[in-house]
């Protein structure tokens, strides 16, 4: 599947997001603060799914529909 490079730079920002949230939570493990950034990253990872799925619906050229006829 070809994508654009807005899909990958959109990416890179949430998993980087993702990455100092469960970095935080490994520090942190047994405090509070942890399960808050646990749930923050687990929360991140449904966002960039969604947000993911939404460009490709959208983008011209990363649909996948388009590029089959």
Do not use: F
């Amino acid at each position: 599947m070809k994508t654009c490079p807005e899909l990958a730079s959109l990416r890179r920002e949430y998993e980087r997001e993702i990455g100092y949230m469960t970095a935080h939570s490994q520090r942190h493990a047994g405090k509070p603060a942890a399960k808050v950034s646990a749930t923050q990253a687990a929360s991140a990872k449904q966002r960039m799914a969604r947000a993911l799925s939404s460009h490709v619906g959208r983008c011209p050229k990363c649909d996948t529909r388009s590029s089959r006829s």
